[in-house]
């Protein structure tokens, strides 16, 4: 089965940039999408398309890609911007969709 | 605004059967893709189920495909999840969540938690 791996956890000083990684062999093909959670609370989609930001998610949140990764970049976090963050992708030989195993984002 | 509200969650015993209701507003809910998504608890999201909103064609993660069904009542502005011969593995909070043109979900609800013990 497919599967879209992240490291369990990222950790960053107030202000400075975070990074989230998310790799898998098809996303050369597909597109990969960001969900942001925090504690008890629904996710919210932040990335879309790899790199489109949906309206009402702050600037400071991109996304790119390069090869079978994606990376989720947070500029300048914020404390406010812990929680879990998790990608999203589909296989290429589908139709299922698989979530990655999700970063716990630390900012302190 | 949309707005999703998940119901029908509860406790249920190993091989019992309980349905899932998420009633949906704010958008043209025929117009869109549906889809389930699950998280055990202190664990990450898992997609359980999806389907279009153009011809009603369903997809399901192996762990549930065989047992579990996603539909739809358009005119109730409504989506199902029949569950059937549940283990407790399928314990988690069921999110319902409108979904675009990838079938990537856009807008969740807030959750139903369903919990299977004897």
């Known amino acids: 089965s497919y599967e879209l791996t992240q490291p369990p956890s990222v950790s960053v000083s107030p202000g400075q940039t975070a990074r989230i990684t998310c790799s898998g062999d098809?996303?050369?093909?597909?597109?990969a999408y960001w969900y942001q959670q925090k504690s008890g609370q629904a996710p919210v989609l932040v990335i879309y398309e790899d790199s489109k930001r949906p309206s009402g998610i702050p600037e400071r949140f991109s996304g790119s890609s390069s090869g079978t990764m994606v990376t989720l970049t947070i500029s300048g976090a914020q404390g406010e911007d812990e929680a879990d963050y998790y990608c999203?992708?589909?296989?290429?030989?589908?139709?299922?969709?698989?979530f990655g195993g999700g970063t716990k984002l630390t900012v302190l | 605004e949309v707005q999703l509200l998940e119901s029908g969650g509860g406790l249920v015993q190993p091989g019992g059967s309980l349905r899932l209701s998420c009633v949906a507003s704010?958008?043209?809910?025929?117009?869109?893709?549906m889809t389930w998504v699950r998280q055990a608890p202190g664990k990450g999201l898992e997609w359980v189920s999806a389907?279009?909103?153009?011809?009603?064609?369903?997809y399901y993660a192996d762990s549930v495909k065989g047992r579990f069904t996603i539909s739809r009542d358009n005119s109730k502005n409504t989506l199902y999840l029949q569950m059937n011969s549940l283990r407790a593995e399928d314990t988690a909070v069921y999110y319902c969540a409108k979904s675009g043109s990838s079938f990537h979900p856009d807008s969740w609800g807030q959750g139903t938690l369903v919990t299977v013990a004897s």
């Open positions: 098809a996303l050369p093909k597909k597109y």
């Open positions: 389907i279009s909103g153009s011809d009603g064609s369903t």
């Open positions: 999203y992708s589909t296989d290429s030989s589908g139709p299922y969709w698989v």
């Open positions: 704010g958008f043209t809910f025929s117009s869109y893709a």
